[in-house]
């Protein structure tokens, strides 16, 4: 398996790899998976005193936890408070929002346990509207969060414009716990301090199958079985092996990024003063953010898949270069893509598969911050035998898969064209 070629890796020092599983090996609690969800998990597990190995099929981070932007959003993509309290309810509504809020603090936590250095920079995470509308939705959304003791704020379209240099924003909102990290130092940071507090952690292990024991739950894996009380399936978009129920109740959605060679300093102070990162609200959504060289990374989803892995990446470039005024002499130094995991209802789906069997995915896009707290939540109702900490719901398979994964292609094509007729009505200054 030869390595992604992600800015992350070819960035990022990696540990020599974890050792595989020995035949007949038990442990209290097995996570399939080693992206931020089953590290998180299997971290905090150990904390508490439970014996956890994690399970790898190939390398830690090599799912979208080691391939993502690394912009820490403590928000999801569509669900706002409003609409998590109508879907789940007061109560349930509160405890995910709860999740929610809590997951950038504790990202920029762990990584500074980590030793992260200048890979984390909690500088607060920016969300520009487009239009008027989305500034009057963002607006309420603001107060919303406000409400809820969080550090939320609205910047209007002056302020906006002071932070990136760019005029086309209605105002923006800010949310001072969020900020940007390198994923993949995040994902082995993580590892380490998991194998610190005494998880075991396996690469190279796919688990091809679970069967159901006595007392527990038999995983099968190419070095042979091992049994455990309680499982989690960490699974994210994947389809094969023991995550098929999992990943067929999500969408895969590919999402592309680049980074460019490094930004001059009076650029960068010009469209990052603070060094906050950005993701806008259009439908084609616009993000940018640096890296702890100067980096400018940003990313797209593509309208037609075939070939876009050679073609979008010098057009998210472009539109970089456009949006931002870049420098003409800014290139392409990185592009690579992952697979975000989507949900039909634009929440987390918490699952128990079976009795023993839990299962957790579907971030839709804004997993960073949200895993890492899910994680620990989990790990927390494991360690205490007590309740999982948000409703579950059975992992139905989504109807029509192989025609339904083309949906969010139409609802980008939809998106481009309301996108361009919203930008015709800049703000006045
Ligand atoms: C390109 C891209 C950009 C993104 N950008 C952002 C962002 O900027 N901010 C944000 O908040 N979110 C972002 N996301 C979403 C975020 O990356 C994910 O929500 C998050 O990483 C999911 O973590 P995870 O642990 O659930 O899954 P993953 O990191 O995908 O981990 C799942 C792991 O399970 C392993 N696995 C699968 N099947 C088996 C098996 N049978 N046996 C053993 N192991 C198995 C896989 O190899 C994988 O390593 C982005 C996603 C993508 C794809």
Same mark, same amino acid.
């Given at each position: 398996?030869?390595?992604?070629?992600?800015?992350?890796?070819?960035?990022?020092?990696?540990?020599?790899?974890?050792?595989?599983?020995?035949?007949?090996?038990?442990?209290?609690?097995?996570?399939?998976?080693?992206?931020?969800?089953?590290?998180?998990?299997?971290?905090?597990?150990?904390?508490?005193?439970?014996?956890?190995?994690?399970?790898? +099929? !190939? /390398?830690? &981070?090599? $799912? %979208?936890?080691?391939?993502?932007? =690394?912009?820490?959003? @403590?928000?999801? #993509?569509? *669900?706002?408070?409003?609409?998590?309290?109508?879907?789940?309810?007061?109560?349930?509504?509160?405890?995910?929002?709860?999740?929610?809020?809590?997951?950038?603090?504790?990202?920029?936590?762990? +990584? !500074? /346990?980590? &030793?992260? $250095? %200048?890979?984390?920079?909690?500088? =607060?995470?920016?969300? @520009?509207?487009? #239009?008027? *509308?989305?500034?009057?939705?963002?607006?309420?959304?603001?107060?919303?969060?406000?409400?809820?003791?969080?550090?939320?704020?609205?910047?209007?379209?002056?302020?906006?414009?002071?932070?990136?240099?760019?005029?086309?924003?209605? $105002? %923006?909102?800010?949310?001072?716990? =969020?900020?940007?990290?390198?994923?993949?130092?995040? *994902?082995?940071?993580?590892?380490?301090?998991?194998?610190?507090?005494?998880?075991?952690?396996?690469?190279?292990?796919?688990?091809?199958?679970?069967?159901?024991?006595?007392?527990?739950?038999?995983?099968?894996?190419?070095?042979?079985?091992?049994?455990?009380?309680?499982?989690?399936?960490?699974?994210?978009?994947?389809?094969?092996?023991?995550?098929?129920?999992?990943?067929?109740?999500?969408?895969?959605?590919?999402?592309?990024?680049?980074?460019?060679?490094?930004?001059?300093?009076?650029?960068?102070?010009?469209?990052?003063?603070?060094?906050?990162?950005?993701?806008?609200?259009?439908?084609?959504?616009?993000?940018?953010?640096?890296?702890?060289?100067?980096?400018?990374?940003?990313?797209?989803?593509?309208?037609?898949?075939?070939?876009?892995?050679?073609?979008?990446?010098?057009?998210?470039?472009?539109?970089?270069?456009?949006?931002?005024?870049?420098?003409?002499?800014?290139?392409?130094?990185?592009?690579?893509?992952?697979?975000?995991?989507?949900?039909?209802?634009?929440?987390?789906?918490?699952?128990?598969?079976?009795?023993?069997?839990?299962?957790?995915?579907?971030?839709?896009?804004?997993?960073?911050?949200?895993?890492?707290?899910?994680?620990?939540?989990?790990?927390?109702?494991?360690?205490?035998?007590?309740?999982?900490?948000?409703?579950?719901?059975?992992?139905?398979?989504?109807?029509?898969?192989?025609?339904?994964?083309?949906?969010?292609?139409?609802?980008?094509?939809?998106?481009?064209?309301?996108?361009?007729?919203?930008?015709?009505?800049?703000?006045?200054?």
């Amino acid at each position: 398996m030869t390595t992604p070629p992600t800015l992350w890796h070819a960035t990022t020092a990696q540990p020599a790899p974890r050792p595989g599983l020995k035949a007949g090996a038990t442990t209290d609690v097995a996570i399939i998976g080693g992206g931020f969800l089953g590290l998180s998990c299997a971290l905090h597990l150990a904390l508490a005193g439970v014996s956890v190995r994690v399970l790898e +099929a !190939r /390398r830690i &981070g090599w $799912g %979208a936890s080691g391939r993502n932007a =690394g912009f820490v959003v @403590p928000h999801f #993509s569509r *669900a706002d408070p409003m609409m998590i309290r109508a879907r789940l309810g007061a109560d349930a509504g509160a405890r995910l929002l709860d999740l929610v809020a809590q997951g950038g603090d504790m990202v920029f936590d762990l +990584a !500074r /346990r980590a &030793g992260l $250095g %200048a890979q984390a920079e909690q500088n =607060g995470w920016l969300q @520009p509207a487009h #239009s008027a *509308a989305m500034a009057q939705a963002l607006q309420v959304r603001v107060r919303d969060w406000q409400a809820l003791g969080r550090p939320v704020e609205w910047l209007d379209a002056r302020a906006m414009a002071a932070r990136s240099g760019m005029k086309l924003y209605y $105002g %923006a909102l800010r949310d001072a716990s =969020g900020g940007m990290i390198n994923p993949l130092a995040y *994902a082995l940071g993580l590892a380490q301090l998991a194998e610190d507090a005494g998880a075991m952690l396996h690469e190279e292990t796919p688990v091809t199958d679970l069967t159901r024991a006595s007392d527990g739950w038999t995983l099968s894996t190419p070095a042979g079985p091992l049994h455990a009380g309680r499982v989690l399936l960490a699974t994210n978009a994947e389809t094969r092996g023991a995550a098929r129920p999992l990943g067929r109740a999500v969408l895969p959605l590919t999402v592309h990024q680049i980074a460019t060679t490094p930004l001059d300093a009076d650029t960068v102070a010009r469209i990052a003063p603070n060094r906050e990162p950005a993701s806008d609200t259009r439908t084609n959504i616009f993000t940018w953010r640096l890296d702890a060289d100067n980096r400018l990374i940003s990313g797209g989803m593509a309208l037609v898949p075939l070939g876009a892995g050679t073609r979008l990446p010098q057009k998210i470039v472009q539109r970089a270069i456009r949006e931002l005024r870049l420098p003409a002499d800014i290139t392409l130094a990185h592009a690579w893509h992952g697979t975000a995991a989507m949900t039909t209802d634009a929440l987390p789906l918490l699952t128990e598969i079976a009795p023993g069997l839990t299962g957790a995915v579907g971030c839709n896009g804004r997993g960073v911050a949200f895993t890492t707290a899910l994680g620990r939540a989990l790990a927390q109702a494991m360690a205490d035998n007590g309740p999982l900490p948000l409703p579950t719901k059975h992992p139905y398979p989504i109807p029509f898969r192989p025609l339904a994964r083309h949906a969010p292609a139409l609802v980008l094509a939809r998106g481009l064209w309301s996108d361009a007729r919203a930008l015709r009505h800049p703000p006045t200054p």
